[in-house]
């Protein structure tokens, strides 16, 4: 499938405005630094079944990671291996009816520290030390800054090539290998870019700005976001959204800086060495880590004809056992930061990253209310993420649940409400239909369509309701 950009909206090679809706399929590795990308945990633990599973819950996305470490294990040699295996799950997941967004992931940079770059890409002369909280290393490792200032640098490595320089081609040979698979409709170019010995500042300016407009000593709210208990008791003060729209503009200076002058040049370097091989894909681009929690991102537009702003974004309680407790006035504050940097930048999105509800109970309402606001907003999105006890979850059967697939024309409106699905478009016509699935339930399910107020038949198979493509205002409702 290639997909274009149209403003705000995707479409397909129809002309259709298509809604993606998916999951991340990520393996992450190990710290194993030789032996096949097997031994070093880049194969993935899900089946072809999975997969399956997966596209038969209405999915129609799927965002791949595909690792430097593994991709490129010493300077400028490829692992065919480990690249064929990639193909294979590309080839799955075509088979099931699905997409595919390349994702090049990385979390503390590198496989020294989490996961990413490959040793021979990490300059640090600090040892490293893990945090309770995995993603406090951004804050606190000398290791982690070192290596990140290396990369933002694009220093010299093995070779004498810089780092984004070989990151960058490392993205020519995978784009190259693979992007002309059917499957594949572009290439998400860094997940979460982060900065280096920055990011204390960063922080240290957000602490000082909450402390300050909540009257409390700095010291005091460092020392709470470090214990647990007393760390939620402080997020709870950020159910004030003014307040916590205020910490975000008080931060957004260091962090637009940071974007503007480290993460714009190599999103355009990694840009070009792409679209040498492969003209048509979308790029999709992420603001940094820090806009995941609701810092405006300032990023500027990035120079090319298909591309998609691919923000993440989650409650302060993810990856804690109080994901339950997540807050909805908060996680609505943040991707409300996102659609004003979509306003600005006037690209479609796709959330790359959201909810990370796991597998626990309790996180319905949470999931619900964040698929609410993609819709009214008109996003498409990837949840974060598979897991071998997904199926079955509270999360996926939260997941699964009526949502559009294509409009023949462009969309005015589409929501849900108590397992009903309802849907306006403009329609245009042509040889595709519109396309909108809804889970089948014991008692089926019931489905109108009007154009221009006038009745007309729908074809269902299963979850699958197909619309003729015509001229005029559609309304479907679709409801069990």
């Known amino acids: 499938m290639r997909v274009t950009n149209d403003g705000t909206t995707l479409r397909d090679e129809y002309g259709r405005q298509r809604v993606f809706h998916?999951?991340?399929?990520?393996?992450?590795?190990?710290?194993?630094?030789?032996?096949?990308?097997?031994?070093?945990?880049?194969?993935?633990?899900?089946?072809?079944?999975?997969?399956?599973?997966l596209a038969a819950r209405?999915?129609?996305?799927?965002?791949?990671?595909?690792?430097?470490?593994?991709?490129?294990?010493?300077?400028?040699?490829?692992?065919?291996?480990?690249?064929?295996?990639?193909?294979e799950q590309l080839d799955l997941i075509h088979s099931a009816g699905m997409s595919v967004l390349l994702d090049a992931h990385q979390d503390l940079y590198s496989q020294s520290f989490g996961d990413g770059a490959p040793e021979w890409a990490t300059q640090s002369t600090h040892s490293f030390e893990k945090t309770e909280l995995w993603s406090d290393a951004y804050l606190t490792s000398p290791a982690l800054h070192e290596a990140l200032d290396a990369f933002w640098a694009n220093t010299p490595g093995l070779g004498g090539v810089g780092l984004q320089d070989r990151f960058a081609g490392m993205w020519a040979h995978v784009a190259t290998t693979l992007?002309?698979?059917?499957?594949?409709?572009?290439?998400?170019?860094?997940?979460?870019?982060?900065?280096?010995?920055?990011?204390?500042?960063?922080?240290?300016?957000?602490?000082?700005?909450?402390?300050?407009?909540?009257?409390?000593?700095?010291?005091?709210?460092?020392?709470?976001f470090e214990d647990p208990e007393a760390k939620f008791a402080q997020l709870a003060r950020l159910e004030d959204v003014a307040l916590y729209r205020q910490l975000g503009d008080a931060v957004a200076p260091l962090v637009q800086a940071f974007e503007v002058d480290s993460v714009a040049p190599l999103m355009e370097r990694v840009a070009?060495?792409?679209?040498?091989?492969?003209?048509?894909?979308?790029?999709?681009?992420?603001?940094?880590?820090?806009a995941n929690m609701g810092v405006p991102s300032g990023q500027p537009a990035l120079a090319d004809n298909a591309w998609v702003y691919s923000p993440h974004g989650y409650d302060l309680t993810v990856d804690t056992p109080a994901i339950a407790?997540?807050?909805?006035?908060?996680?609505?504050?943040?991707?409300?930061?996102?659609?004003e940097t979509q306003d600005r930048l006037n690209v479609p999105v796709i959330v790359g990253e959201w909810g990370a509800l796991s597998t626990g109970e309790g996180v319905r309402a949470h999931g619900q209310f964040l698929m609410d606001l993609f819709d009214s907003y008109g996003w498409s999105w990837t949840y974060w993420a598979w897991e071998p006890e997904f199926s079955g979850s509270e999360a996926c059967e939260t997941l699964?649940?009526?949502?559009?697939?294509?409009?023949?024309?462009?969309?005015?409106?589409?929501?849900?409400?108590?397992?009903?699905l309802h849907a306006e478009w403009d329609g245009q016509v042509g040889d595709q239909p519109s396309v909108f699935f809804v889970p089948e339930s014991a008692s089926g399910y019931h489905v109108e369509v009007l154009c221009d107020g006038a009745e007309i038949e729908a074809q269902m198979d299963g979850p699958w309701i197909t619309v003729p493509a015509a001229h005029g205002h559609f309304v479907l409702n679709a409801t069990q």
């Open 272 to 290: 070009e060495a792409i679209r040498a091989v492969d003209t048509n894909g979308l790029l999709a681009r992420e603001h940094s880590y820090f």
């Open 58 to 87: 209405g999915f129609t996305l799927i965002r791949l990671g595909v690792m430097w470490a593994a991709v490129e294990p010493a300077p400028g040699e490829y692992d065919s291996a480990y690249l064929d295996w990639v193909a």
């Open 400 to 420: 699964t649940r009526p949502r559009p697939i294509a409009f023949a024309g462009t969309a005015r409106v589409w929501r849900v409400e108590d397992g009903h």
């Open 325 to 339: 407790l997540s807050s909805n006035t908060r996680a609505g504050v943040i991707f409300s930061r996102h659609k």
């Open 179 to 224: 992007g002309s698979h059917p499957a594949v409709i572009g290439y998400d170019i860094l997940n979460e870019p982060s900065p280096g010995s920055q990011a204390p500042e960063i922080f240290g300016t957000l602490i000082a700005t909450f402390a300050a407009v909540t009257d409390q000593a700095p010291e005091q709210v460092f020392a709470d």
């Open 22 to 53: 998916g999951i991340n399929l990520v393996a992450k590795g190990n710290h194993e630094p030789h032996g096949t990308f097997v031994d070093r945990g880049f194969k993935g633990e899900w089946t072809e079944q999975d997969i399956k599973e």
